[in-house]
């Protein structure tokens, strides 16, 4: 298991490198704060209002979704590691898309748990003048 989470690791930090290396410092900047809002929007952001939470409350796995993913997506990198006996830049770089995909995947389910829970109506109100009790909560002799 320390063997996985550290080869995990050394491969988040040559994705980083090689996003940045194509995209740029701004660019990679930018990608991993789309992630990481959509992410955090998705499930934090439902807590803006209280209805929020009961309109989507699928907003709150996404994050969990994603690093199941992550860790599935780099199980898959592995094991094609040990099977090909590949030259490892190569088999990264073609994970790489992959990677990037689910990221930006998750980050748009979490925008969209937070765009669905905002637009949805909220609970009307209980007017307290129009509710009345059930007539076998309370022993009445008097009726309306």
Excluded: H
């Amino acid at each position: 298991m320390a063997g996985f989470l550290s080869s995990m690791f050394a491969e988040m930090g040559a994705r980083r490198r090689r996003l940045r290396a194509s995209l740029g410092d701004r660019g990679q900047g930018i990608a991993e704060f789309l992630v990481l809002a959509g992410l955090g929007v998705g499930s934090l952001g439902l807590f803006v209002r209280e209805w929020m939470p009961g309109a989507a409350p699928w907003g709150f796995a996404v994050p969990f979704v994603f690093l199941i993913g992550y860790v599935l997506i780099d199980a898959r990198r592995q094991a094609a590691l040990a099977r090909e006996g590949a030259a490892p830049e190569k088999v990264g770089v073609s994970y790489d898309w992959i990677a990037l995909l689910w990221s930006f995947g998750c980050a748009l389910a979490g925008a969209a748990a937070f765009v669905i829970a905002w637009s949805a109506e909220p609970p009307a109100p209980i007017d307290p003048n129009e509710w009345t009790p059930p007539e076998t909560s309370v022993p009445v002799d008097i009726s309306p």
